[in-house]
């Protein structure tokens, strides 16, 4: 649909001409920086003489560019200012020091979030705000439509908040204007580079190396999620976008590297939540010679770490409550921790069954014809996950949710496999990995039988998977996480859709 101005729009078009009429470049190729707002008063800081001295301030010379965030005009000298990626800083404009025509371009032409480039020289005003006495005026950009600001005004002696998006969704639509008038929102996004720059430093100090494994896989694996199917035309074949990394990465310890991670998107065509995207970013880890004890110390070392990184300290507020990353975290046996928070020992009803009687004798709500390990992970998710405010890890799965984990010695139901969770809710998963070939094709078999093809749970069997599994594999563990729910965690956002820039939307 062509765009239909508005009568604020069309008032800033008729600028934009009157503008080129009179021969102004109003989106120049070419401009001059040399500071940043936070750049150029810093250098001022820096040689400004302490108050009350007599000796003057040096002259110090910037160019600096930025959107036009407020203008305050009066008479022959007016003030605006101007906010970059990095912050905001006052421009001092005077018509004798700009010149009469540029001066009328500042009072009559420039609206709010027009971008300017203005150079001059750095200067305290007598309010006290640092500031440039801007000696050149150059438009850079001009903004046709006006963004969606927030604004304040006090009412009764509370401040209340008024414009600015009004359909939180409309902010995902247009992120972009989000980020531009929602300083806090681009914290967010700082805050993720730097969570997964963190981790990067983390595993590459622990010699693991960094790799890219196919998003389009002929066979999708290494997760229960029902995939997106595409197709190559030339090759007249259908691919699968990844659900996970897990069977890529793992032929590469059969290639012979110790320690392989990759930071990548994996795409799920399953139901959206608060913290569930069908596009969403993960990690994903595997180290030879360790298991599961090994990538819980891991574990624990990296979140730590990160949250060092981030807030300088192991210990954060996540929507009210204090969570605190410093190891060790606490261990809690899976069926010791359902048995304790519902009363149902899951061991007592091996079939199906048994155990939907027993959970709805226990008065919850569980929809029926379920397999036994959906029933399991129903009591998990409905019964212990929203208790677990503190790290903790969640061992020994049993079999049936766990298909590619390596059994736990003498107890052929459950397996070497374990969760982390902190403020309620899922934030890693990782197991001891089975490397037996013929093991891990009967797990596939039994995976075809439990679940239905169309099933979300079903497994298919990947050949030349266990064709590298017959080659040898060695000990190893594996883990992954998603890096959206940390990044929900150390923001403190209740929403996947606030820490990712794009989630998906349905069509509006």
Aim: glycine content about 6%; charged content about 30%.
């Amino acid at each position: 649909m062509p765009w239909e101005p508005n009568k604020l729009e069309r008032e800033r078009l008729d600028t934009l001409q009157r503008l080129k009429e009179r021969g102004i470049e109003t989106y120049p190729p070419r401009v001059q920086r040399t500071h940043t707002t936070t750049a150029a008063i810093a250098a001022f800081e820096a040689v400004e003489p302490p108050v009350g001295s007599d000796q003057p301030a040096p002259q110090i010379e910037v160019i600096v560019c930025g959107r036009i965030r407020s203008i305050r005009l009066s008479g022959k000298a007016s003030f605006g200012h101007i906010e970059d990626g990095e912050g905001r800083l006052q421009l001092f404009v005077r018509q004798d020091a700009v010149g009469e025509e540029t001066y009328d371009l500042f009072k009559r032409d420039l609206d709010l979030f027009d971008f300017v480039q203005a150079k001059g020289v750095m200067m305290r005003t007598r309010s006290g705000e640092i500031s440039v006495q801007v000696n050149e005026l150059k438009l850079i950009a001009k903004a046709l439509s006006p963004l969606p600001v927030v604004k304040e005004q006090e009412v009764d002696g509370q401040v209340q908040k008024y414009g600015g998006f009004t359909d939180v969704e409309e902010r995902y639509r247009q992120r972009y204007a989000d980020l531009a008038t929602n300083p806090e929102i681009r914290e967010v996004f700082k805050t993720r580079a730097k969570i997964i720059s963190s981790i990067r430093h983390f595993l590459d100090d622990e010699n693991f190396l960094e790799v890219e494994t196919p998003v389009l896989q002929p066979i999708y694996g290494g997760a229960a999620a029902r995939p997106f199917i595409t197709h190559h035309n030339q090759l007249d074949q259908d691919l699968f976008l990844r659900i996970s990394f897990e069977l890529y990465l793992k032929r590469l310890l059969v290639g012979m590297y110790d320690a392989v991670y990759e930071i990548g998107r994996d795409f799920r065509n399953e139901g959206v939540s608060f913290k569930h995207n069908t596009e969403f970013t993960m990690l994903e880890f595997y180290k030879a010679y360790i298991d599961y004890n090994g990538v819980m110390d891991l574990t624990e070392r990296m979140l730590a770490y990160t949250a060092q990184r981030v807030f300088g300290s192991t210990k954060f507020s996540y929507q009210g409550q204090e969570v605190d990353f410093t190891p060790p975290f606490k261990r809690w046996k899976l069926r010791d921790a359902i048995r304790e928070l519902s009363g149902i020992d899951y061991m007592d009803h091996p079939t199906a069954e048994t155990l939907y009687e027993a959970m709805v004798a226990a008065g919850l709500e569980v929809a029926p014809g379920q397999t036994w390990g959906k029933l399991v992970d129903t009591l998990l998710s409905k019964c212990v996950e929203p208790t677990l405010i503190q790290p903790t890890f969640l061992l020994d799965y049993p079999r049936e949710l766990s298909p590619f984990a390596k059994a736990y010695p003498g107890d052929p139901r459950h397996t070497e496999r374990f969760e982390m969770y902190a403020a309620g809710f899922e934030l890693c998963n990782a197991f001891t990995e089975l490397n037996d070939p013929l093991d891990q094709e009967a797990r596939f078999l039994e995976m075809g039988r439990l679940y239905a093809d169309t099933d979300d749970e079903a497994t298919p069997i990947d050949e030349d998977y266990l064709r590298a599994m017959r080659y040898g594999m060695p000990p190893c563990g594996g883990f992954g996480m998603g890096i959206d729910r940390l990044t929900m965690l150390f923001t403190d956002r209740d929403t996947i859709r606030e820490v990712i820039l794009y989630p998906h939307l349905r069509d509006k």
